[in-house]
């Protein structure tokens, strides 16, 4: 059966011969990311691309146009290349723009919580090389998090994930205060993502290294956290904001962009104009492409008109 919105994705092209406009492996050099569409097929990963369509299809359709894509659910060196692998071959067939990411440190597995020393060891040794040698990630990332990987695990990983030519993002602060924030702002992180329990020293270091502070509300939705990130104080302290749907199978149901932006309205006290501007900003600092995460002049207007209407509402 046809995935929801085929149709409409089949009247808006095929991504494919951009894909090879850009050249192919020959002559890649390390650190060099991979062009989508280039890579061998095999059954498994067909399946897992399948997947990844019939998501981006949804999102596509709640009006997403750039997502960011992770590994992270096989947490073994096979595993993470496969899925990798799947979201290069979705990307190419696509016409929503992926970036693909690296999370290989998203959790310790069962069979290393009693030598986590050793699984960080196959994430540095073993799964980040074998990324960089296939050339199929731009970002990684790591979950710093009590219960799952350490501050100075953490930094090890990011560490070695940037000398393998990968940008760098790092879950930060979701459940409680790690140091995540701090983490990302010393190793020049694009991004450090939820933020539920940021320090002040988080908020100000992100600031004063302008990474990009990720907020995820409907993660904290689905999670039943009860406890928002600390919006409009990141604000404050002048870091960059961005506001993003974190569509995942344990904690992020929705792949509704507007719907996070709902909850960041109502639950983070965010005006209408910051959900729609903060909402591309994660977009506009994933690619290096001037394109993506701008406002066309029409949309642009609309949110002056609307801004104006609701200065005018508070002055009368």
């Not at 595993?79 to 998203?106: D, K, M, N, Q, Y």
């Not at 219960?147 to 979701?174: C, N, P, Q, W, Y």
């Not at 962009?257 to 501007?277: D, K, N, Q, R, Y």
Request: charged share 25%; with cysteine; proline share 5%.
């Amino acid at each position: 059966m046809a995935a929801p919105g085929n149709r409409l994705l089949a009247s808006m092209g095929s991504r494919d011969q951009r894909a090879l406009e850009h050249g192919s492996q020959e002559g890649r050099h390390p650190g060099q990311r991979r062009p989508v569409g280039d890579l061998p097929v095999d059954a498994a990963v067909e399946e897992l691309a399948e997947g990844v369509e019939a998501r981006l299809d949804e999102m596509l359709l709640c009006g997403t146009t750039t997502a960011e894509v992770k590994s992270g659910y096989g947490l073994e060196t096979a595993a993470e290349i496969r899925s990798l692998e799947a979201i290069h071959l979705a990307a190419s067939r696509h016409p929503v723009t992926v970036v693909p990411t690296f999370l290989g440190a998203h959790e310790v597995p069962l069979g290393y919580r009693n030598r986590r020393a050793d699984y960080v060891e196959l994430v540095v040794q073993e799964m980040i090389p074998a990324v960089d040698q296939q050339g199929i990630a731009e970002f990684g990332d790591v979950f710093c998090e009590e219960g799952v990987f350490t501050v100075e695990e953490s930094r090890r990983i990011l560490l070695a994930t940037r000398e393998h030519g990968m940008k760098l993002r790092i879950h930060a602060d979701e459940l409680v205060w790690t140091g995540g924030a701090e983490l990302a702002a010393e190793l020049g992180a694009r991004s450090a993502d939820h933020l539920g329990f940021i320090s002040e020293a988080g908020m100000e270091a992100l600031a004063a290294a302008s990474c990009v502070a990720t907020l995820l509300p409907s993660a904290t939705f689905y999670l039943r956290l009860g406890h928002y990130a600390p919006a409009r104080s990141i604000v404050e302290s002048g870091a960059p904001v961005a506001l993003a749907s974190d569509i995942n199978p344990g904690g992020g149901l929705s792949p509704s962009l507007p719907f996070a932006m709902s909850i960041g309205c109502f639950a983070m006290g965010l005006a209408l104009e910051e959900a729609l501007v903060w909402a591309r900003k994660l977009a506009e600092s994933a690619p290096d492409d001037p394109r993506v995460g701008r406002l066309g002049a029409d949309l642009e207007r609309e949110i002056a008109a609307r801004g104006g209407a609701s200065r005018r509402r508070e002055e009368s």
